[in-house]
């Protein structure tokens, strides 16, 4: 049977070196085969207290993982937010909403 767990993982603001990973565990009713991420939505921007910026460039991505055997999918997310100068130098901070579908 297909099944489906939505969720969402934050990021706060931070200033970093490139794009930020975040995890979080979605449980299934038992074990799971071939998960798959899809993303359903974002929330992003650039820190209100940083001064105004033009969007450049955003990097989001969704993957799922499952041991074998296991009812519990491990979603990790991927945000990236950069301005126009294409440095990795502003706060920025948001939240990626995912799907993850499994054979149960």
């Given amino acids: 049977m297909l099944e489906m767990r939505t969720g969402s993982i934050t990021f706060p603001r931070d200033k970093g070196s490139g794009p930020r990973s975040g995890t979080t565990d979605v449980t299934f009713s038992g074990p799971v085969s071939s998960p798959a ?3 359903t939505g974002a929330d992003y921007g650039f820190s209100q207290e940083d001064g105004d910026h033009h969007l450049g460039q955003v990097n989001m991505k969704v993957d799922a993982a499952a041991s074998a055997g296991s009812s519990d999918v491990r979603v990790t997310a991927m945000l990236g937010v950069r ?3 294409g440095d990795w ?3 920025y901070e948001g939240t990626i909403y995912f799907a993850v579908l499994g054979e149960v």
Avoid: E, G, Q
Wanted: aromatic share 12%; hydrophobic share 45%.
């Fill in 37 to 39: 991420a899809v993303l």
């Fill in 83 to 85: 301005d126009w100068t």
């Fill in 89 to 91: 130098d502003d706060d």
